[in-house]
């Protein structure tokens, strides 16, 4: 039960950070913050995320380039260009590493102006971090699994923000339905997207990227729009009109 819990908490705090601080508010600016509160959710957004922490400038300029050239050959990860998710994934990390490069590089204009912590971007991108998390994780497992099967769950913890991309670009270009044209494959995987907080919302978001409501439909649920309301009414982030 211990475990469960474990990855089930690990699953959904560590996407809620990659959707919430990496992708509506770093790679799009959905609302603005203060920066005490910027460095606060930048903290919490290494922390959960561990040992797959996403350097977030690297993260928003990659994002950026995938809505300039979705599903062209342009794109960094569109899935109509590889065999399977694997080499999507694969082509995807040293893409990212290049754009972590262009991030940390101060000689090299990465155009715009994107959330950055020097120090938590060395830490949390360093060796030592991901093997310390990773170890933590291990521990964790050792002490509390019941069953030799959910040591099979433990790589996930490793790769959880990687796997959480590869789902999102693989499934939500592939499989689901279209409510607008926008020259590209993006679908809507309703109802799969509340597994993933509202990124499978892909076709809704490639039309309207600065919404903060990735839902569009009456039957369509965006579960971190609820959040952003309540974090808007009480001061902590001010949601951009659209």
Avoid at 160 to 183: L, S, T
């Amino acid at each position: 039960m211990y475990i469960l819990i474990f990855f089930i908490g690990h699953w959904f705090l560590s996407l809620f950070f990659q959707t919430f601080f990496l992708h509506r508010y770093a790679s799009h600016k959905v609302f603005s913050m203060s920066k005490f509160w910027e460095k606060t959710f930048y903290l919490l957004t290494y922390i959960f995320q561990g040992a797959s922490f996403l350097n977030p400038a690297a993260y928003a300029t990659m994002h950026r380039d995938h809505h300039a050239f979705s599903d062209t050959d342009k794109d960094p990860h569109s899935p109509h260009f590889f065999k399977d998710v694997f080499q999507m994934m694969w082509a995807t990390v040293l893409t990212f590493r290049d754009h972590v490069k262009r991030a940390e590089d101060p000689t090299r204009n990465i155009g715009g102006s994107y959330p950055q912590w020097n120090i938590v971007d060395r830490i949390g991108s360093s060796i030592a971090s991901r093997l310390i998390f990773g170890a933590a994780y291990t521990c964790f497992y050792i002490a509390f699994a019941s069953s030799f099967w959910m040591f099979l769950l433990l790589p996930i913890h490793f790769l959880m923000g990687p796997i959480h991309g590869a789902i999102v670009n693989w499934c939500g270009h592939k499989y689901g339905y279209a409510n607008f044209n926008n020259n590209d494959h993006s679908k809507n995987t309703t109802p799969f997207d509340f597994l993933m907080l509202g990124e499978l919302f892909q076709n809704n978001h490639h039309r309207h990227p600065n919404s903060a409501n990735f839902a569009q439909r009456w039957f369509e649920f965006d579960p971190v729009y609820p959040v952003l309301k309540f974090l808007h009414w009480s001061g902590i982030i001010k949601l951009r009109k659209v």
